[in-house]
């Protein structure tokens, strides 16, 4: 049995935790105060906060041109990083300027038409934070250095604020455009906070010019990721964009609130890709003959977390909807035993995700998450009409097992990988006690 080096064992534990307990409290804000919101602007208010949410998901990747994970690699390896993280900080900036500035015109044009004009409104204020983008690479220097739970703490010190400035807000009867204010106010002030934490800690370098060279090389590298970025959020997202255009605001809110509680889950197999990078990327460099094997014991701790997640899910989050929610989510139900079956391809995808970043197999990924993303809208544009919100989860579902796990055999490059994602989801539940034991007793 593989047996991981103990100081990167104590790292990779306490990361992990760290990041658990950040997106556990963020779980809760979505849960608690998430369903609070939900209930209070009913189905058909809380589509088109949702739709304008998912407008600014697909243009973040665009803004961050899909780098985090080469950036935090980066970061990982190079001792200066003054000149990456300031040519990437400014071009986080600009482009986030230029997001904002295109959203405003699309929307000032006519070019999208939408109900009326608070709902233009909702999406111009949702996609601010974009411009603020470049402070959200402090998170990947804490990330870098394995210092997260610096910047779990600030950042749910920000959460918790907004928690009750929301519920301050229902008390107080207020419109949608508040609450669309108040989820800008978290991510600005979330990658503010950080940014501080990180200079205090002495993390974030003194500022030099930005450098076209060092753009030239993220651009070469990354231009896969963004397409690839973009083709994942897209294909997570397309769906309630879909369902507002397609059907209506109040089938695209009961999708929403199914999507929001199946997404829960996904901090999971994110929170431990950042933990387990830094100890796979030093055996890939270093120990190549070992990298396999810890390859293999990744994924197979990434397919028995997502059983542990479908199973906890599936039986008592519908408790939880007619619970939290009302009986005016009440559909949200069907949709949600549908959708929570994606989970299982998230995590294999994501584990994946991390040895094409490592392997800089970056072409693989766009064409994987490509894929993903026609079959959806493909899918959808049948479905939809047929079965509204449940067609579009069907959809996703569908959508996610194509590009996070049949695409492996479609590449001869990725055929060790899918008989990997084959093994760990075959082997994992019978190999839990051994997993679980090394990852518990580990000091």
Known sequence: ML???LTIKKQIKSNFGWLAIDKSLAIFHSLIV???????LEPSKFGILANAMAIGAIMRPIVSMGSDQVVTRRFIHEDKRAGLYWTMFCTRIVLGLAACIAVFLCLYSGLVKLSDETESWVIIITTLPLIFSGFELSTLLLRADLLNKYGVIAINIVLLFVS????????????????AAMNSCNAILAGIVTFLVSRRLGLVPTFVLPSKEIFRGVIQECWPLIISSLSVVLYMNVDCLMLRTMDSASEAGIYAVAARLSMVWYFLP????ASFLPWLTKIYHDNPDRYRGALQRYFEINALLSYACVLVAFFTFPILINLLFGPKYHESLVVFQAHIFGVIFVFMGTARAQHLNLSQMHVFNMASTLLG??????LNLYLIPLYSSFGAAISTVISFSVSAYLSSFLFPQLSNIAMLQT??????PFKSYFILKELIYSR
């Open 270 to 273: 994110v929170a431990l890709g």
């Open 423 to 428: 093994t760990s989801w075959l082997t994992s």
């Open 373 to 378: 993303l026609l079959i959806n809208v493909g």
């Open 3 to 5: 047996r991981l080096e």
């Open 164 to 179: 009750a400035a929301k519920i301050l807000l229902i008390y107080l009867g207020m419109d949608i455009l508040w609450f």
């Open 34 to 40: 998430g369903a609070m919101v939900a209930k209070y």
